[in-house]
């Protein structure tokens, strides 16, 4: 999310250059200053500054204009949507639908700039639908979006990263044997061993690359909500033997972008796994696992660490075990108590995580 606050930093400044540079020539002072927009976390209406400004920008004298102007809609969009401005959010993305049909700087291919503009705002649109419990509408944008895909002759059929959200709508809609058609499908495309790629420019026209591992997390949850205890027990065994066994073979020389088997949460699918247990009634196989994840350093834990923390202290408590639960609880009560902002996660209601 950050790197959306950096580039709409980026986006003001030139901005401000350029209207100060005009403000030159008729002896104006400018009236933006460049202190950050939706720092340190985004609140309510925290853009309202930046919207103000483009709002009054002069139109586009060029294609450079034009492409800067059409990436300042996205990126206000795109933070009114962080700050789950969601009805905002909505009218910037489509304004900025609408600014990229103005063909008149898209002077290389017209259709082409704006086809890609056109997915990727749709992707956008999708992901406000599928936070809202709209999932019709998400379903439609993404429908829009393979369209654009298909007509710009992509190999493969659609994105994984787009597959695991039509799922998600899919799930919302009822349609849920359907989606696991789907998700069968996926599970045998994701690489588990794979190299993660560089980090992309936060406007990079495709969608954000899909990590295996989170995808394989997502789907298991989605087995135990269909009372599939076992297989989803079974996935997250193979996917934790598959991270370990990537990262025992991985070269001394970091690779660029590193393996998706080093990035998240190390102890996540152990986690898991013990709190399937614990719905289970299997208090033996879950303990090690929870408390293999409290060897790990804090830094390392995120926001998992009092989760496991609680499960633990049920399962002190259950065995009678009361100091220890207690103070298990207090650990666990004093992360809860810090106030962090959460990233939105759009499939959270129809694929989320077992948290």
């Known amino acids: 999310m950050k ?31 460049d202190s950050p927009v939706c720092e340190p976390v985004p609140v309510s209406k925290c853009w309202k500054r930046f919207g103000d ?17 059409l990436v300042a ?65 998400a379903l439609g944008y993404l429908d829009q979006y393979s369209f654009i895909w298909e007509k710009l002759s992509k190999p493969d059929g659609e994105p994984d990263e787009l597959v695991l959200m ?15 058609i789907l998700l069968e499908q996926l599970l045998k495309k994701l690489n588990f061993s794979g190299q993660a790629p560089w980090e992309a420019s936060p406007l990079m026209l495709v969608l954000e690359p899909l990590n295996p591992y989170e995808a394989g997390r997502r789907i298991a949850a989605h087995f135990i909500r269909d009372g599939k205890h076992e297989k989803a027990l ?65 830094k390392k834990s995120g926001k998992k660490l009092p989760l496991v923390l609680t499960r633990l202290a049920e399962l002190s408590r259950r065995k009678g075990q009361i100091a220890e639960a207690d103070a298990l609880m207090l650990r666990a009560k004093a992360f809860l108590r810090q106030e962090q902002w959460e990233k939105i996660d759009p499939l959270a209601q129809t694929l989320g995580y077992l948290d």
Request: hydrophobic share 45%; proline share 4%; aromatic share 10%.
């Open 73 to 137: 809609y996205v990126t206000l969009a795109k933070l009114a949507y962080w700050a789950r401005d969601f009805s905002d959010a909505k009218k910037f993305n489509l304004l900025a639908l609408k600014f990229s049909k103005q063909t008149k700087f898209a002077v290389r291919d017209a259709d082409m700039s704006a086809s890609l503009f056109g997915a990727m705002i749709n992707i956008n649109l999708a992901n406000l639908a599928l936070s809202k419990h709209e999932y019709a509408e």
């Open 166 to 180: 039509r799922c998600a709508a899919l799930i919302g809609m009822q349609r849920g044997s359907e989606a696991e």
């Open 53 to 69: 400004y483009l709002q009054k920008a002069k139109p586009p004298a060029s294609e450079r204009e034009f492409g800067d102007q």
């Open 234 to 298: 079974a996935l997250l065994q193979s996917m934790e033997q598959k991270r370990t066994e990537t990262i025992s073979q991985m070269p001394e020389e970091p690779m660029p972008g590193g393996y998706w088997a080093t990035l998240g949460e190390p102890t996540a699918l152990l986690d898991d796994q013990a709190a399937i247990y614990l719905k289970l009634g299997r208090d033996a196989e879950a303990e090690p696992l929870l408390r293999a994840s409290l060897l790990v350093p804090e």
């Open 3 to 33: 790197k959306w606050i950096v580039y709409s930093l980026v986006l003001l400044l030139a901005f401000d250059r350029a209207q100060a540079a005009e403000n030159t020539k008729n002896n104006q002072k400018t009236q933006f200053d």
